[in-house]
């Protein structure tokens, strides 16, 4: 493996602007060689804001100018990158680089470049990659790297400060059990709270994880064999949703993801879970809600530590691509501080890196309700926990096993028993030998 | 001379008819079977997978989402095909008179059909809202609600929305069909029924009604495909939520096989489906072979 150049990172601290110009000025020699004529096509799912995008096509820009090598970006939106992406595995042509979510480079691990020189050298350089990103990052089947991290869409608790103040909480709670209680204080305040129990793909599987994993539960064991939701745990957990549906808004049910944007705005609702788009949105359209808004991570339960669901994102490249060393390079371009600190710092706190040296961003303490979800990744539990990434875990997580389970038990007013025992059963199609 | 060699014998009519057999054997055929092959098969997104025989099927029969949505699939076409039809055929009939600007009555009719169904469907997901629509909005202005509508947000009352909203987009589809039915009916035989003195009621069912059978009968069955395969309105608006219980076959076996991964599982769901649509396929081509 060739040894990465040590670069002393410019862009820290000193904002956008400085951290744009100084990239621009740095020309150095490609750590990993483009092959000759090489062009990359990457697949990726479309900016959660403009700046984003924006930043993303001028980053590209520059690593075309340094290398010679043009790159085609295709954004689409982020729940159509999976059939995209298993399509071109399945065809074995297609796009070179995709930045797909989740257990999506663990779906056809085989079909992978080794990316560990990109992901070692990235980690080596920046502090190193938080526990979970290693999890999907790293395939224990295939014995490397088969991905590059590239952060996710953290989500926190988003509340409404004086409604809380109201509701007799000054601080904000750290336990399950307080934040029942701060939302049956809300609801009796006139300001029910609302968590989604539709078929929501971010917010709805995001929130029910953590509540699943903070009372000890979990889908299958570490055998990724064993199927271990219709145990008491759950049924704790079923019991304590069940209890906080309660305190919820009608038509929860119904949500997907932008419906608890909406409410919380509309002030119909006082707590949700969610990335920082609510506040951003208040910010532009609402701000005096923006100035009442803050954020919370996710109450920790009997568990006794941090098990936050969120969006994940990595970049991975097909063995069909005729550029893997140019692919490898724009990866390792893009992740790095020239680049991904501009890059982080204009998206306002949608995207965490999964990169540890990125928490030094301004952009977590420019503005202090976004400090919450800088540290989202090292709060973060992998999908399919504690199984292994793969197949599996990513069909329960699109078939909403463990949301659904929830939903039954409150919404379509199944027993706790009988909604874990449903989706101990499906569990178990799913993860048939 | 050559020329000559092509027109006798079965050559030319053969030739002519490769391009049809080729389009409609690749485009049509090909793929319908590969997609019922891979219902027997454990494949997954990324893993070709192994022949498991009815094993898919078997699984199917015992999974309590699949009964949901096997009874969801006949409610929704069932339901919404005959509100659909009595509907239409009310509209038509109206459209049928010539009343002042009866053309732009007749184009308004159409939107419903024309919007693209993702957009109608947002529409929809926007009247439906738990927290926004205007129907719960306008309720509670009136004083007969003092709360919003859960629309979608429990079982049933999610199911009959979704139907609702079927039915308006699918209404123009009839009216459209039998407007054109309307009018190719004779003046005459309304005119005679007139001087014979019949009502109006009896003139509809004994003559208008008598006539536009068989019509009513192609537009049926291929309401009844629409409707059987409907997917956008479902997955723009609940996903197949809440909890599974709005799935239709199509919805379910997109959610297993394409985001879930599961190729073969899903390819057995749709393969739910056709005994339904060849028997449907068959009656429409039956009825139509009757009519010529």
């Known amino acids: ?433 | 001379m050559r020329g000559l060699s092509l027109d006798r014998g079965p050559l030319l009519p053969t030739l002519l008819l490769v391009p049809s057999a080729v389009l409609l054997g690749g485009l049509l055929a090909f793929p319908l079977v590969l997609g019922v092959l891979l219902g027997f098969k454990d494949a997954t997104i990324g893993e070709a997978g192994n022949f498991i025989g009815l094993d898919n099927y078997r699984y199917l029969l015992t999974d309590p989402v699949l009964r949901i949505t096997a009874l969801n699939t006949a409610l929704y076409t069932l339901v919404t095909v005959v509100f659909k039809l009595a509907l239409g055929l009310a509209l038509a009939l109206i459209l049928n008179q010539r009343f002042a600007g009866y053309r732009f009555w007749r184009s308004v009719l159409l939107l419903p059909y024309v919007v693209p169904t993702v957009l109608s469907a947002f529409a929809w997901w926007w009247i439906l809202d738990p927290q926004f629509s205007f129907i719960s909005w306008g309720l509670i202005r009136l004083g007969i609600l003092d709360q919003h509508v859960n629309f979608l947000g429990s079982a049933w009352l999610a199911r009959a929305s979704l139907m609702v909203a079927n039915v308006w987009r699918g209404i123009p589809f009839f009216t459209v069909g039998y407007l054109a039915g309307l009018q190719s009916i004779p003046k005459e035989l309304h005119e005679a029924a007139a001087i014979d003195g019949a009502s109006g009621w009896r003139t509809f069912w004994e003559i208008t009604w008598l006539l536009l059978l068989p019509l009513t009968t192609i537009l049926t069955i291929f309401s009844a495909i629409f409707t059987f395969t409907d997917f956008q309105l479902i997955w723009t608006i609940t996903r197949g939520g809440p909890a599974n219980a709005t799935h239709l076959f199509v919805t379910l076996a997109y959610q297993r096989a394409i985001p879930g991964g599961a190729l073969g599982e899903g390819a057995a769901i749709a393969g739910f489906t056709l005994p339904f649509l060849a028997l449907l396929a068959w009656a429409a081509l039956d009825a139509l072979r009757r009519q010529a």
Request: charged share 20%; proline share 6%.
């Open chain 1, 1 to 433: 493996m060739r040894k990465i150049p040590r670069r002393t990172v410019l862009g820290w601290g000193l904002g956008v602007a400085a951290g744009r110009a100084l990239g621009q000025a740095a020309k150095v020699e490609p750590v990993f060689k483009p092959e000759k004529d090489a062009s990359l096509r990457l697949l990726r799912w479309s900016g959660f804001v403009k700046s984003d995008e924006e930043l993303w096509k001028a980053n590209t820009k520059k690593f075309t100018e340094a290398t010679g090598v043009p790159v085609s970006v295709e954004y689409i939106t982020w729940e159509d990158v999976r059939p995209k992406a298993a399509l071109a595995a399945n065809l074995g042509t297609g796009p070179d680089i995709i930045m797909g979510w989740y257990d999506d480079p663990h779906i056809y691990p085989q079909k992978l470049v080794d990316v560990s020189d990109v992901a070692e050298g990235l980690g080596k350089q920046l502090g190193g990659w938080y526990d979970v990103a290693r999890t999907y990052g790293y395939s224990n089947r295939m014995r490397h790297w088969i991905a590059v991290p590239v952060g996710g869409t953290v989500e926190c608790l988003t509340y409404r400060t004086s409604w809380t103040k109201e509701a007799g909480f000054d601080e904000f709670p750290r336990s399950p059990a307080d934040l029942l209680k701060l939302a049956r204080a809300l609801k009796a305040k006139g300001h029910p709270v609302g968590f989604a129990l539709g078929h929501a793909v971010g917010d709805g599987n995001n929130w029910t994880h953590w509540v699943l994993w903070t009372f000890g539960g979990k889908a299958v064991e570490k055998d990724s064999k064993t199927i271990a939701i219709a145990q008491k745990p759950s049924l704790e957990a079923i019991a304590y949703v069940q209890e906080l549906y309660a305190q919820m808004v009608p038509g929860v049910g119904s949500w997907l993801d932008p419906n608890n944007n909406r409410a919380f705005l509309a002030g119909e609702i006082s707590l949700t879970n969610n990335g920082i788009s609510i506040y951003y949105a208040a910010k532009k359209d609402f701000p005096q809600i923006a100035e009442d808004i803050n954020h919370s991570p996710f109450p920790i339960g009997p568990v006794g530590r941090a098990t936050e669901l969120a969006n994940f994102s990595q970049a991975f490249i097909f063995k069909h691509s005729r550029f893997p060393n140019a692919a490898k390079e724009y990866i390792r371009f893009m992740l790095s501080p020239d680049q991904a600190g501009p890059w982080v710092d204009a998206m306002n706190g949608y995207v965490t890196p999964a990169l540890k040296q990125y928490q030094d961003l301004p952009v977590w303490t420019k503005d202090p309700k976004a400090t919450p979800f800088r540290d989202g990744i090292a709060r973060m539990q992998h999908n399919g926990y504690a199984g292994e990434p793969g197949q599996q875990a990513a069909a329960a997580l699109a078939e909403f096993i463990v949301l659904d389970m929830f939903a039954d038990a409150t919404v379509n007013g199944m027993s706790a028993k009988d909604a874990a025992a449903r989706a101990e059963n499906r569990l178990r199609r799913i993860y048939r030998g």
